[in-house]
């Protein structure tokens, strides 16, 4: 086994096979070698298991892995935890599963750094927010999630099996959230594997849209699958209609949230706004991206408003 100094122990490749294992041991960063069951960083060939009743601290690269898989929350009944924070990054082309199968709980809390999913044509990459029967929370409020434009996917709440219960999280404008197919309470098109999964989106004045090339939510209408929508005010509203899913593909999304209708209300800090699935963001002009739009109501009332302050004003 060779042996590197300092940072570049992240390079070293181990002399073991593709199926070895490494199970995270102690809390701490990644780039120490002793909290590792194999007493060396992992990288490239591995399959990494982040223990449930472990935290994680992602603050370096942390190699690729061409193979095999990380998982987060594994074999016990406490919540197994990754922070990725700036410095940190992480290339997977198979899967990242946050919640392991059997209920364990995984949780990712991403601040900074980067996460990239690099599939090929013959295996798309794959981040898994509740995997299989797996409870799993993914919380992106800085850095990145950089997706293969063909090859790469966001699961929330299936990736097998019966399916998993999944929430994802986007707080605020700072990230950056791009992958190729995006499935909630599904994994496939034809709901395959199906489960309980939420999109949530905090806003502080504004919040990033997740982009993707293709958009499935509870797609054939599984009682079984269920694809939740949640947005909150947390800070201020930004003006105009707010994005949310970016939808960058030539089709239109397949399926529907199973908590809110097309066309509803919903109201933030005291405003009205539309849920629609036909707003047309970008150059384009495609009507096919998740947008809240401010109802006709509460933008005529603004403009009562102004009018009624320059009249005051002479």
Avoid: H
């Avoid at 097309?262 to 002009?285: C, E, F, K, Q, R």
């Amino acid at each position: 086994m060779r042996k590197c100094v300092g940072v570049l122990v992240m390079l070293c490749l181990m002399a073991s096979s593709v199926f070895a294992t490494n199970t995270f041991q102690t809390s701490g960063s990644w780039g120490i070698a002793s909290n590792w069951s194999a007493g060396v960083v992992p990288a490239d060939t591995e399959q990494v298991k982040i223990k449930t009743g472990i935290t994680c601290n992602l603050d370096v690269p942390a190699g690729t892995f061409t193979l095999n898989k990380v998982t987060v929350g594994t074999a016990a009944t406490a919540e197994g935890v990754l922070n990725v924070v700036s410095g940190g990054s992480i290339t997977s082309v198979l899967e990242i599963q946050v919640g392991d199968d059997g209920g364990y709980l995984g949780r990712v809390t991403q601040s900074g750094g980067t996460v990239n999913l690099t599939g090929t044509s013959s295996k798309d990459s794959k981040l898994e927010v509740g995997y299989k029967q797996g409870v799993g929370y993914y919380t992106i409020f800085g850095g990145s999630i950089v997706g293969d434009a063909l090859y790469s996917q966001l699961q929330v709440g299936a990736s097998g099996g019966t399916g998993g219960t999944g929430t994802f999280t986007v707080q605020g404008p700072a990230p950056s959230i791009s992958v190729s197919k995006l499935y909630v309470g599904a994994s496939t098109s034809s709901a395959q594997y199906t489960g309980t999964g939420t999109l949530a989106f905090e806003i502080d004045g504004g919040v990033s849209p997740i982009s993707a090339v293709s958009v499935y939510l509870d797609p054939t209408g599984l009682v079984a699958a269920v694809a939740n929508l949640s947005v909150t005010k947390t800070g201020a509203l930004p003006t105009g209609t707010i994005i949310l899913v970016n939808n960058t593909g030539t089709s239109g999304i397949v399926g529907a949230f199973d908590n809110v209708a097309w066309g509803s209300t919903m109201i933030l800090g005291g405003n009205s706004y539309t849920l629609t699935n036909t707003y047309v963001a970008g150059a384009d002009g495609l009507a096919n991206d998740i947008a809240l739009i401010p109802e006709p109501a509460t933008i005529a009332l603004l403009g009562l408003g102004l009018i009624a302050l320059r009249r005051n004003k002479k």
